[in-house]
């Protein structure tokens, strides 16, 4: 730090202390000790000012943003001086650097001229020292040189005889405007003549383009005005200043390269018959050189025998074996193999690709790209016509038969593909090239491409299985849509649109059938599908004849509909030629469920709720035979379902909103069913109730008062005839249900619960209605026994059926018109009792007195009164005070 640092400014601001370069670049330097000194000195400059003023006086920063102001330029300064010395250090540096390299270049030049002066001195006193180097060693140095010289001269020679020869063709051309000496060097005979010949032409070509170039503006060849034939007579309109002619030097020399070529492309032709492979690559490479090779690739592969033979091939039909075909068509048959001829195609394909990769690639320079053309022909031209006869022939017997066909051709030309990738072909044994495997999938790929455009191909597959779906379902569709449906209930009027519906469907399929765009085999199909022997009943809808089975659901029809659709969605799938899977599976889904769900589960479910309905008069007994409907409906249903969810969804996963899509609609269309079905079996649950207490209605006011003189006789009697019918009427409508519901699910056990507890319903408010004897009292005991007996006997739930369960009040109930006075007390005033009004008494198992073991058995003290009241003897005082009492 300067020491006028210290020194106090005279002028109106003091003056900062001030800093050099040197105070920063110290070793000594630290940070904290050089603010600690400026607040010192800060200190001591504010105490000198403080003692010639008179007060305290504020800190005053400014000489410090001065000098650190000032020091601040003084950095700025020194490091643009740094910058300009850096940078002249710099390029001093690569001038040295570049020197120094140069120095050694040099100097290793130096180095290596000595050392090869140092060899050859060594070599030849070397030579000298061996016996007889004066000579010996002298003449074998002299030979080589003297070889290598010679070697040098003819080469110039050569290339001094081709110079000359070269002008004195182009002399002959320009001047005379012949090729003379051209034409017998190709005449000559020999391959390197014409080879020669070649590279001299492509030589003329380029003179002719730099020193005539008014024969290659717009007046040559193919533009300006027309020339006479330059070989013979002079050109118009190439006139020196002398008045002489000038000769189409293009015209002249294009000419004799055409003739040139013609005479390579036989001499190739030739070596490929005599399997000359050195020659015919000599010639290739000539022609590649000399216009791209274009032409000699055509001639190979036109003038090749697979395509001559399969050119007399084309016009060949298409197999035509009936049964083939007919199994094509038939949906429920296995789908045969590749068409005969297409699979010979593609097994002669294999060889000759194998065996001609091998010629190519010894015979073609580029041999990649000739191999490229070769299987661009094979798949374009023999491939696809053959391809395209199979399919339109496939297509003339049925629409599943063309989408087989496809499937089996794109399955057999895709295994060619990848046994010719397999192979390696021209870089066998070694892996394909990959410009040849993008060849080889790009002609895959374009075989198909017209089959796939937009959605063609899932039109075809929903338009397919939508023909056979109503084919299977015509008996089904034309038995329902011809029952009498009497829309005077609400749930008749709802089925009228299904009903409709299925009216539209069949008149739809009959005037397709009826149409000229189905052929003779396909109609036949959809005719043996739908179980009509011929075309002439599709018009006499009316005179086939139906039974019940018609109309009712089939698990082997829905197998089958799912088997097709299985087929259908792994056919899309192998196929996979387009990114549309999602909406493909949306698309089947629909399709699904309008015929196999609505026009086929729901149709059914309806025509079981309308039979249902018209039962709910009570004239007869009700036959609950449509009830098996709901069992193979409810399979059925989780049969489409399962399917849906383990084939359609998953293929739609990478959609995310038509995955989201396909769930709705399934949980839409199973609750749909789940509520018809539910409604079935509620009107079960309804009319065998309604049957019940119909029967009830009917019970004679007798049975429970027998006369004196018919005790005994009443007495032998099991149970009464009410009680007979109930119980043989409830035992039809168990066995009806067990038949025809599940037995694994909740349905049977819940449908069988419903009807035991209305049953027990029923019954406990039918004998409130009667006034019971002593006799009496024990035939009610056995007809609540009968029930109970048969209740408990069905599956049903635990809470109904279980010891003390909601049944045995039947029994309790019983008892109370048998036991005595007494016992009565002792069961409703027992220690079972409640304050609230509830009864609990300790009910005895099935013919127990009073007082038996058994669980418990609430009754109200209402429901106790009511049913004691009807007892014969319950205006007796005893039991007026029992149940005063109670």
């Known amino acids: 730090m300067s020491s006028q640092s210290h020194a106090i400014s005279r002028s109106i601001f003091p003056k900062g202390p001030s800093f050099s370069l040197d105070d920063f670049s110290s070793r000594d330097f630290i940070v904290k ?14 105490r000198s000012t403080v003692g010639l003023t008179s007060g305290s006086q504020p800190f005053d920063p400014k000489p410090l943003i001065r000098s650190f102001e ?10 643009g001086d740094l910058e300009i010395k850096e940078n002249e250090l710099s390029a001093a540096v690569r001038r040295a650097e570049a020197q120094h390299s140069q120095n050694l270049n040099t100097l290793g030049t130096k180095l290596k001229q000595a050392i090869e002066s140092f060899q050859q001195l060594d070599t030849s006193l070397h030579n000298n020292e061996l016996p007889g180097g004066d000579f010996a060693g002298s003449t074998g140095n002299m030979a080589v040189e003297t070889g290598r010289k010679l070697e040098e001269l003819d080469r110039q020679r050569r290339r001094a005889l081709d110079a000359h020869f070269l002008l004195e063709c182009w002399d002959g051309v320009s001047n005379r405007g012949e090729i003379t000496l051209l034409e017998n060097l190709r005449r000559s005979g020999s391959g390197e003549a014409k080879v020669r010949s070649a590279h001299i032409a492509q030589q003329l070509l380029r003179i002719s383009q730099r020193l005539d170039p008014k024969s290659w503006n717009g007046s040559g060849r193919g533009g300006g005005e027309p020339h006479q034939s330059a070989s013979m007579t002079p050109n118009d309109n190439h006139i020196n200043g002398n008045n002489g002619f000038r000769w189409n030097t293009r015209e002249i020399i294009e000419k004799f390269s055409e003739t040139l070529e013609k005479d390579l492309l036989k001499q190739f032709d030739d070596f490929y018959r005599k399997a000359n492979f050195e020659g015919m690559k000599d010639c290739a490479t000539v022609l590649q050189d000399f216009n791209g090779g274009a032409s000699v690739v055509a001639l190979f592969v036109n003038q090749h025998q697979f395509f001559i033979d399969r050119s007399q091939l084309v016009t060949e039909e298409v197999a035509d074996d009936s049964e083939t075909w007919e199994n094509l068509a038939d949906p429920d048959a296995e789908p045969s193999g590749v068409e005969p001829s297409l699979q010979s195609l593609i097994d002669e394909v294999r060889v000759v690709v194998q065996e001609e990769s091998a010629i190519i690639k010894r015979a073609f320079p580029n041999y990649e790209q000739v191999l490229g053309k070769f299987l661009q022909r094979v798949f374009q031209q023999s491939i696809q016509q053959r391809l395209e006869m199979v399919l339109e022939k496939a297509n003339s017997v049925s629409s599943l038969a063309f989408l087989r066909s496809l ?36 002609q895959l790929e374009d075989l198909f491409v017209p089959y796939f455009v937009g959605s063609s191909y899932i039109e075809r597959e929903k338009r397919t299985l939508e023909e056979l779906y109503t084919s299977l379902l015509f008996k089904f569709t034309t038995f329902h849509s011809r029952r009498k449906k009497a829309t005077t209930t609400f749930m008749a009027s709802l089925s009228k649109s299904g009903s409709e519906l299925l009216a539209s469907a069949r008149e739809a399929y009959i005037s397709r059938l009826d149409s000229s765009e189905l052929s003779s085999t396909q109609k036949q199909v959809l005719l043996r599908v739908a179980g009509l022997k011929e075309s002439n009943d599709l018009a006499r809808p009316s005179d086939i004849k139906f039974n019940e089975d018609d109309g009712q659901l089939s698990i082997p029809y829905a197998k089958r509909m799912l088997k097709w659709l299985a087929e259908a969605v792994g056919r899309g799938l192998e196929l996979s030629v387009s990114n549309e899977t999602p909406k493909d599976m949306l698309t089947l889904l629909n399709l699904l469920q309008s015929i196999m769900g609505e026009s086929y589960l729901e149709v059914c479910l309806d025509a079981a709720l309308e039979a249902a309905t018209t039962q709910e008069s009570g004239k007869s007994e009700p036959d609950l035979s449509y009830l098996f409907t709901v069992r193979d409906s409810i399979s059925i249903a989780n049969l489409m379902v399962m399917c849906i969810n383990t084939l359609l969804v998953p293929l739609a996963a990478s959609s995310v909103t038509i995955r ?8 839409l269309a199973t609750i749909r069913i789940e509520e018809k079905i539910n409604s079935i079996e509620q009107k079960v649950i309804d009319i065998t109730l309604m049957w019940v207490n119909k029967i009830l209605l009917g019970q004679k006011k007798n049975d429970f008062r027998p006369k004196e003189g018919d005790r005994t006789s009443w007495l032998e009697k099991l149970q009464t005839p009410t009680c007979a019918s109930i119980c043989s009427f409830l035992t039809r409508v168990h066995d009806t ?11 049977l056990r819940q449908l069988l619960s419903e009807i035991a507890l209305g049953t027990r319903n029923l019954l406990l408010e039918h004998f409130k209605r009667f006034v019971v004897n002593g006799p009496g009292g024990l035939m009610v005991t056995k007809d609540m026994t009968q029930y109970t007996n048969l209740l408990k006997s069905w599956d049903i739930d635990d809470q109904l059926k279980a010891l003390g369960g909601m049944l045995d009040v039947l029994l309790e109930v019983g008892s109370l018109f048998v036991i005595g006075t007494e016992a009565l007390r002792e069961r409703v005033c027992g220690p079972g009792h409640a304050s609230s009004g509830r009864s609990g008494t300790n009910a005895g198992t099935p013919g127990q007195g009073p007082g038996g073991t058994g669980s418990q058995v609430s009754l109200s003290a209402q429901e106790v009164r009511a049913y004691v009241s009807r007892r014969e003897d319950s205006h007796t005082p005893a039991m007026q005070h029992m149940l005063n009492v109670f």
Do not use: C, W, Y
């Open 33 to 46: 000790e050089f603010i600690e000194a400026l607040s010192d000195s800060a200190t001591a400059n504010r």
């Open 660 to 667: 989201r899509e396909l769930e709705k609609k399934t949980n």
């Open 70 to 79: 000032h020091a601040q330029q003084q950095l700025g300064e020194l490091s």
């Open 407 to 442: 499937q089996s051709s794109r399955s057999a030309i895709s295994i060619l593909v990848d046994e010719l990738k397999a192979h390696g072909l021209t870089e066998h044994p070694e892996a394909i090239s990959s410009q040849t495997s993008l060849i080889l999938d790009q």
């Open 737 to 747: 249900a067990m038949k025809s519901l599940p037995a694994s699910g909740t349905n």
